[in-house]
C-alpha cells in the first residue's frame, strides 16, 4: 500500500511539473512584457507528411503538426491571446494546405509582435502553385460558406469549406497573396500565400500592407533586372488594393494606365531606385479584368509586345 501511495505522489508531481512547463510562458511575470518579438519558421515536406502522417493512426506528439501546435499556444499566451483558439487556428490553416495544397514544400511562419501601435500574431502559410491558378479573398469566402451550417452553400456531406469557416471566425484579419519568388534552386515558382492576423485589441485599427517580401525579393536580383511586381491585397474590412513595384522611370507611365482602368493612387513608397504606387480600384474588378490590366502593367514596363 506504502509502495502504491509513493508511485502516485511520484506521478501527480510528474503531471504538476508538466503542467507547469505548458503553462510556463502563461505563468511567468516577465515573458509577456519583455518579450517584444519572436518569430518561428518551418518548411515542410508536404509529400512526406500526407505518405506518413495523413490518415495512419500515429502517436500525435510524434507527429509533425504537433510542434507547431505547441509553438502557436506558446507565442498565442505571450501575447495575451486565446491559444486554444490560436492553436486551432494554426493547425486548421496548416492541414489545409497540406492536403489541398500543390508542390512538394510548404513554408509555415508564426510571428508575434508585441510593441507598436498595434500587437498582434501574424501566422502565414505559402506554397507552390501552377502558373495559371490564382486564388482570391472572394475564393476563400465563397469557400468558407460551404462551412457555414447557416449558408445556402453549406454541404453537409462534405468537409471541404470547414476549415475555412474556422479560419475565418477565429482571425480578425485575413490577407491572400499570389506572387512569384526565386526558389532554394534558383528558379522562379509561382505561389500562394495565406495570411492570418490576430490582434492583441481586436477593435484596434488595422496595420498597413507592407512589401518587406517583394523587397527581399528585389535584394536577390540582379542590377540589369527588371522589376516589375503587381500585388493584389485582398484585408478584410478593407477595400482592395493593387500595388505595381516597378522602377521609378515607369511610375508616370504606370499611374495613367490605372487610372484609365478606374484605379485611384492612394500611396508611393520609394525602395532603391523602384517605387511602390498602390491604387485603390473605384469599381470591383473581375479575374479577368485584373488579368487585362496586369498586360497593360508589363507593357509599360517592358515594352509594347515584350509582355
Request: glycine share 6%; net charge negative; aromatic share 8%.
Amino acid at each position: 500500500m506504502v509502495g502504491e501511495e509513493k508511485e502516485i505522489q511520484e506521478l501527480q508531481k510528474e503531471i504538476k511539473e508538466l503542467r507547469a512547463e505548458l503553462t510556463s510562458a502563461l505563468d511567468s511575470p516577465f515573458l509577456q512584457a519583455s518579450v517584444k518579438s519572436l518569430v518561428f519558421e518551418v518548411l515542410l515536406d508536404r509529400v512526406a507528411i500526407l505518405e506518413h502522417e495523413f490518415g495512419k493512426r500515429i502517436n500525435e506528439k510524434h507527429g509533425t503538426m504537433y510542434e507547431i501546435k505547441q509553438q502557436a499556444r506558446r507565442m498565442a499566451w505571450l501575447l495575451g491571446l486565446d491559444a486554444d483558439n490560436v492553436r486551432l487556428l494554426v493547425t486548421e490553416a496548416v492541414q489545409n494546405i497540406l492536403e489541398h495544397g500543390t508542390g512538394r514544400w510548404v513554408h509555415v511562419r508564426l510571428e508575434m509582435q508585441n510593441e507598436g501601435d498595434h500587437p498582434c500574431m501574424i501566422s502565414s502559410f505559402k506554397h507552390e502553385i501552377p502558373a495559371s491558378e490564382k486564388y482570391t479573398m472572394h475564393d476563400v469566402d465563397m469557400n468558407a460558406l460551404k462551412g457555414d451550417i447557416t449558408s445556402e452553400f453549406f454541404d453537409f456531406e462534405s468537409h471541404r469549406g470547414r476549415g475555412e469557416f474556422i479560419m475565418k471566425q477565429l482571425t480578425d484579419e485575413r490577407r491572400i497573396i499570389n506572387g512569384i519568388e526565386v526558389n532554394r534552386d534558383g528558379k522562379k515558382v509561382h505561389y500562394f500565400k495565406r495570411v492570418l492576423i490576430n490582434y492583441k485589441h481586436a477593435d484596434s485599427p488595422r496595420d498597413s500592407v507592407n512589401f518587406q517580401e517583394i523587397k527581399d525579393q528585389i535584394d536577390r536580383l540582379g542590377f540589369q533586372d527588371i522589376i516589375c511586381c503587381f500585388l493584389i491585397q485582398h484585408s478584410q474590412d478593407r477595400p482592395d488594393l493593387l500595388t505595381v513595384a516597378a522602377a521609378r522611370e515607369h511610375s508616370k507611365a504606370l499611374a495613367q494606365t490605372m487610372s484609365e482602368n478606374s484605379c485611384k493612387l492612394v500611396g508611393e513608397e520609394s525602395y532603391f531606385s523602384n517605387v511602390f504606387s498602390t491604387f485603390e480600384p473605384l469599381a470591383p474588378l473581375s479575374k479577368d479584368q485584373l488579368q487585362a490590366i496586369f498586360e497593360q502593367v508589363k507593357s509599360v514596363v517592358y515594352g509594347d509586345g515584350d509582355g
